[in-house]
Nanobody
């Protein structure tokens, strides 16, 4: 099983990034997919989740209205569109796949927001 994140990088405040996470080795359509993030010195937190039916759930109040999660089951990929980025969005972003007892993580991708 592999979850491979991409799309991270450095961006100025107000900028945008789109993260992608492509899964292999799992029956992707059966998994709820989530994005988490972990900032230095802080606990990992769920940012957003998309269900198997495509319903979006934004878990973090601070990103509501700025971040959008979506999935494409035809290419086994989940996306996180991040707009109006702020310095406090700086973190390592992780992709998660969850179905019953099966729980998988990606290796993470760094997002840095600074002037």
């Amino acid at each position: 099983v592999q979850l491979v994140e991409s799309g991270g990088g450095s961006v100025q405040p107000g900028g945008s990034l789109t993260l992608s996470c492509t899964a292999s080795g799992i029956s992707f359509r059966h998994y709820a997919m989530s994005w988490y993030r972990q900032a230095p010195g802080k606990e990992r937190e769920m940012v957003a989740r998309v269900t198997t039916t495509g319903d979006e759930e934004i878990s973090t109040d601070s990103v509501k209205g700025r971040f959008t999660i979506s999935r494409d089951n035809t290419v086994n990929t989940v996306y996180l569109q991040m707009n109006s980025l702020k310095p406090e969005d700086t973190a390592v972003y992780y992709c998660n796949a969850l179905w019953s007892i099966w729980d998988y993580w990606g290796q993470g991708t760094q997002v840095t927001v600074s002037p």
